[in-house]
């Protein structure tokens, strides 16, 4: 596929060109636009590839619906990957902003920031209680869909792992040497089942 790729079993397609996810519903408007402005024949192509995968989100509503998993063992080639990230060590949330973190240590875990009264000493150096320097990824820009999950920046996840869903490719499977990637694919999985229903049957 020229212009998306599905992003494992994620449910999720990714415009190759862009290094974002987009939604089945809005290919029309994406592609039209800048900087693709695709032909409508050539998107409506698109379109029809994607029916080929039965259980991808589909739209806003579908999305929001939609827990996006807090990590997975690989990180996807086609969306863009930061190694900038900040983790909570209390819980799975990823950001990139030194304030969102320290928001969220102060919303969600009580956290009371050292530096945040008086003049610091120069030789007073606490420890921030986040990782920092987490390689994370993200579906979309902007909610819904836009939380930060851990990847492992080493290990790209192949196209050739994801296939439509038809009766004959899961034959091919079985008979390929990818024990492997099918307990990647399950782990993943598993994980993002968890908060959805309609995705996995
Ligand atoms: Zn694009
Ligand atoms: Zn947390």
Redesign the pocket.
């Known amino acids: 596929m020229e212009y998306i790729s599905i992003l494992g079993d994620t449910s999720f397609i990714a ?1 190759r ?2 290094h974002y996810s ?1 939604l089945p519903s809005s290919i029309h408007s ?1 592609f039209q636009g800048k900087p ?1 402005q695709l032909s409508f024949e050539t998107r409506e192509e698109i379109l029809q590839e994607t029916t080929k995968y039965a259980s991808l989100i589909w739209d806003k509503d579908d999305l929001k619906k939609t827990r996006i998993p807090s990590s997975f063992p690989f990180f996807f080639p086609d969306l863009a990957l930061y190694n900038d990230g900040l983790a909570c060590q209390d819980c799975s949330y990823i950001v990139r902003s030194k304030n969102r973190i320290q928001q969220h240590y102060k919303d969600v875990h009580s956290w009371v920031n050292p530096r945040g009264k008086g003049r610091i000493p120069k030789t007073s150096k606490e420890k921030n209680p986040w990782t920092t320097g987490v390689s994370c990824q993200q579906f979309f820009h902007s909610p819904p869909g836009h939380s930060y999950f851990r990847v492992d920046s080493k290990r790209p996840f192949s196209d050739r792992q994801t296939r439509p869903r038809t009766a004959s490719s899961v034959e091919e499977e079985r008979n390929e040497d990818e024990s492997e990637i099918r307990s990647e694919r399950s782990e993943a999985r598993s994980e993002f089942s968890q908060g959805i229903t309609r995705i996995y049957f």
Request: some cysteine.
């Open positions: 415009c060109g862009c987009i994406h693709h």
